[in-house]
């Protein structure tokens, strides 16, 4: 089993920066992989990022490379997504997710495959 919490979502304007946690408790937290993924409303639950256990391999959707950063600190049982320049359709609930299925390798856009999940935080950003 795997409970995740998420915090830091918000309000903010477009072009500003947010940083999201997502605290982790069960299993050996550096043994698996976790993403970030989004839902903006009427929209499906989309893959926005993800990292393997060791955090040493990332991926990114297209839509947010080169202005989102997702990271780990497994000593901490933390992931981390930061997120810069943010657009108002970043607009979403963002949500962490837990891939037991996978360690050291992707793909990690499979959304099925995430089997645990956090109750998820709102980000709000204004144009």
């Known amino acids: 089993q795997v409970q995740l919490v998420e915090s830091g979502g918000g309000l903010v304007q477009a072009g500003d920066s947010l940083r999201l946690s997502c605290a982790a408790s069960g299993r050996t937290f550096s043994n698996y992989a976790m993403g970030w993924f989004r839902q903006a409303p009427g929209k499906e639950r989309e893959f926005t990022a993800g990292i393997t256990g060791s955090g040493s391999t990332t991926y990114y959707a297209d839509s947010v490379k080169g202005r989102f950063t997702i990271s780990r600190d497994n000593a901490k049982k933390t992931v981390y997504l930061q997120m810069n320049s943010l657009k108002p359709e970043d607009t979403a609930v963002y949500y962490c997710?837990?891939?037991?299925?996978?360690?050291?390798?992707?793909?990690?856009?499979?959304?099925?495959?995430?089997?645990?999940w956090g109750q998820g935080t709102q980000v709000t950003v204004s144009s």
């Open positions: 997710a837990a891939n037991i299925r996978r360690s050291e390798y992707g793909p990690l856009d499979i959304l099925r495959e995430y089997g645990y």
